[in-house]
């Protein structure tokens, strides 16, 4: 049914509130036989008061709506309407490139390793500023890692330049990075293949090994002492697909035993699983096959990479990782999918994003069998470690590395509540990766402590393109940033996850100034944590103890025109969101493995608006503490 016409849901009362205000609201509701717990309600002072203090912190957060470079001739560009209205653009710079000097990889003898033989090709590319290297078909058998950074090909100071690999794979045989880039500006990398020689997934199936649950690998698989167990996931042999019971375990080193015969023993390993099949990861958190690292400290900013084109089979751990990059990313017409008859490629994320700038662009790709996320943009919540007694000063852990003069920080509490904004005018001259870093305000922030969390403005990331690709298993798209667009992207036994964190990874901006459009969702995971309806496409926010928050992080949302096809759960679930819009979305056969779920849940939200979905007309909408526009 469409909606539109009020009294023909059948809506679960849900409001939570002790403002008699609302609560008339909610008899008026209910008298006019609408079990509604949300309707068109002022908001109270304090809470409009609330909503001003998000407003200032958004306006900040959202701000870098254009691409911060001029425009080139075949750069890569996206543009869209935002859901607040104004037009955001993001842009990767292409190679500048005059007359074409080629430089071709001189092919390592057979059995040699093949590192100094492409780092020498980098080398005569940059002197002879070559314009275009080249990679002969063939495989190629790296064999040990670069001195100089984690990486068994270090490509650093390159620029305005092409990779084009044609017909060639790279065979890595460290679990070591893959891969590593840094110092490059507007580099291209395309057409050839990254593989891992390594054992990075196996079946295998619990059993009762004399009353006690093990876990053997199959026959087809030998492994020894010396192979280890990160994770395991329940998994489908025949279809090489995981099972919508999402049942998985994950393990620390020394965690498991191996007792000879394919077995090994584990706490982990409970009797629910004896005679389940699971897909095991051999790594417990395995290197990246293709890095980008942006490095503050240099002089040069890693910017303007491109990966087109490029086909990564195995990884012990993610795929393609940007860190620290502070604008210009595209991955582009690439596949992250495991060899035919596998069912595994990455042991962790496909596509990782930290600490991004702005401008990525994630298009046309296909991504399946990933050992966790598919494609995670997030950004760094940083600690409070100190606050000396003016206020002014303040000692910052996690990512602070990447903080920097000038930069524009915001500060909040553990729930989420937006304290103030300040500027840093002083900070290390050589910050520290790994532990704290003291830094200078040009203002006190009231009520800053220990337990206060600092987001940089710089780092929050911009401009994100995600169009036109597949998805298939593995785990969600999660996104973290502002100014977002997600579009016509099929998501086949995966989902979608739009937010913020000040819990367990402590990341991510939240959702602000998004929209997701066009996409289809097909079959899926279930998810059961925080006590939250989760939903094939969600919207939330975590505190530090694990609770959705009451507060609104999440901020203009626009979820239009997608269409929902035997979920597991619910078909969308938005929390902690102010002003979304949810309109012409198709919800068919929803709570698959959920008897009695709803298509469409509400959960602490202010000014939601709905119109034009196609929703079941029996349990089309769950509505809890929210405000509701028909």
Not at 306 to 334: E, L, Y
Not at 520 to 536: D, E, Q, S
Not at 622 to 630: A, F, L
């Amino acid at each position: 049914m469409k909606h539109g016409f009020r009294h023909r849901y059948s809506l679960r009362v849900g409001m939570r509130t002790a403002s008699d205000r609302i609560k008339a609201c909610r008899r008026k509701a209910i008298a006019a036989s609408i079990a509604i717990g949300a309707c068109i309600c002022a908001l109270l002072p304090a809470q409009a008061q609330a909503q001003a203090n998000y407003a200032n912190w958004y306006r900040y957060a959202t701000a870098a709506t254009v691409s911060t470079v001029a425009p080139a001739v075949g750069d890569l560009t996206e543009t869209w309407t935002s859901a607040d209205g104004r037009s955001v653009e993001a842009r990767v710079r292409q190679p500048r490139q005059g007359a074409e000097v080629v430089v071709t990889l001189d092919i390592p003898p057979d059995g040699a390793d093949a590192r100094p033989y492409f780092e020498a090709m980098v080398a005569r590319a940059i002197k002879q500023r070559a314009t275009r290297l080249v990679i002969p078909p063939g495989t190629y058998r790296f064999r040990t890692e670069s001195g100089i950074a984690n990486g068994q090909w270090v490509i650093r100071g390159l620029s305005d330049a092409v990779i084009d690999g044609t017909g060639a794979t790279l065979l890595f045989a460290l679990n070591r990075g893959g891969i590593y880039v840094t110092d490059c500006q507007r580099l291209r990398l395309t057409n050839f293949a990254i593989d891992y020689d390594l054992l990075t997934s196996s079946f295998g199936q619990v059993i009762d090994l004399n009353g006690t649950p093990a876990l053997r690998i199959d026959d087809d698989t030998p492994v020894t002492v010396a192979n280890q167990i990160g994770h395991i996931a329940h998994y489908d042999r025949e279809t090489l697909t995981p099972d919508p019971d999402n049942i998985r375990a994950y393990f620390g080193p020394g965690d498991t035993t191996f007792v000879g015969d394919q077995t090994y023993l584990a706490t982990q390993f409970t009797p629910d699983m004896i005679g389940k099949t699971f897909l095991v990861y051999h790594h417990y958190d395995g290197a990246a096959a293709l890095k980008l690292m942006g490095d503050p400290a240099s002089s040069r900013q890693t910017e303007d990479i491109t990966v087109d084109g490029i086909w990564i089979r195995k990884s012990p751990g993610m795929g393609i990782v940007a860190f620290g990059v502070r604008r210009g990313v595209a991955i582009v017409n690439s596949r992250i999918v495991p060899p035919e008859g596998e069912a595994a490629s990455t042991e962790v994320d496909a596509m990782h994003v930290y600490v991004p700038g702005g401008d990525l662009i994630v298009k046309g790709n296909t991504v399946s069998g990933a050992g966790d996320d598919n494609l995670n943009v997030d950004s760094p919540v940083i600690s409070v470690r100190g606050v000396d007694a003016s206020g002014s000063s303040v000692t910052l852990g996690d990512y602070s590395y990447y903080v920097r003069k000038g930069d524009i920080v915001a500060a909040f509490d553990g729930g989420m509540r937006f304290q103030d904004l300040a500027r840093v005018t002083i900070a290390p001259s050589q910050p520290s990766l790994r532990t704290t870093n003291t830094f200078t305000l040009d203002r006190p922030i009231q009520n800053l402590s220990n337990t206060s969390f600092i987001r940089d403005v710089a780092l929050n990331g911009n401009r994100v393109a995600v169009i036109g690709n597949t998805f298939i298993n593995g785990g969600n798209v999660l996104v973290q940033v502002p100014n977002v667009l997600v579009s016509g992207n099929g998501f086949q036994g995966s989902g979608l996850r739009i937010l913020s964190s000040f819990a367990f990874f402590k990341e991510g901006t939240g959702g602000l100034n998004v929209v997701v459009d066009g996409n289809t969702f097909t079959g899926g995971k279930v998810t059961n944590r925080y006590n939250f309806p989760f939903a094939a496409l969600s919207a939330y926010a975590l505190t530090t103890t694990l609770e959705t928050s009451m507060k609104q992080p999440n901020r203009y949302l626009a979820i239009r025109n997608n269409s929902f096809d035997s979920v597991p759960q619910a078909c969308i679930t938005i929390a902690s969101s102010y002003h979304s819009e949810i309109s012409g979305n198709v919800c068919n056969n929803s709570n698959t493995l959920n008897p009695g779920g709803f298509d469409v849940n509400l959960i602490n939200d202010v000014d939601v608006s709905l119109s034009g979905n196609s929703l079941n007309l029996l349990r089309p909408l769950y509505v809890y503490n929210s405000y509701v526009i028909y």
